[in-house]
Nanobody, 120 residues
Framework: QVQLVESGGGLVQTGGSLRLSCAPSGSIFGINYMGWYRQTPGNQRELVASIIVGNSTNYADFVKGRFTISGDNAKNILYLQMSSLKPEDTAVYYC??????????????WGQGTQVTVSS
């Protein structure tokens, strides 16, 4: 079973920056989607940014111009560079990889989450 390991969360002041990273614990093949999501208590998990591998990126309106999603193809590491952080960005951030190995069953892996806290 592949596990995604997240790092880079922490406490910053309004206007500060953080870079989150996500890496699989083992070999992974057939990735076609990578994304970052976030969740606050009592709310649904929401999309922050995503990559359709080899095609495009997508951002939620509330982070456009402030966050950048990117990936290291050689190492299968996913990044989220967060700048101009606001208190409303405070949440647990989760990474997600999806894909299919050849014509086999589709797979979907989630990280355990990393806390980001932005103080006023």
């Amino acid at each position: 079973q592949v596990q995604l390991v997240e790092s880079g969360g922490g406490l910053v002041q309004t206007g500060g920056s953080l870079r989150l990273s996500c890496a699989p614990s083992g070999s992974i093949f057939g990735i076609n989607y990578m994304g970052w999501y976030r969740q606050t208590p009592g709310n649904q998990r929401e999309l922050v940014a995503s990559i359709i591998v080899g095609n495009s990126t997508n951002y939620a309106d509330f982070v456009k111009g402030r966050f950048t999603i990117s990936g290291d193809n050689a190492k299968n590491i996913l990044y989220l560079q967060m700048s101009s952080l606001k208190p409303e960005d405070t949440a647990v951030y989760y990474c997600n990889f999806r894909g299919r190995r050849g014509w086999g069953a589709a797979w979907n892996y989630w990280g355990q989450g990393t806390q980001v806290t932005v103080s006023s």
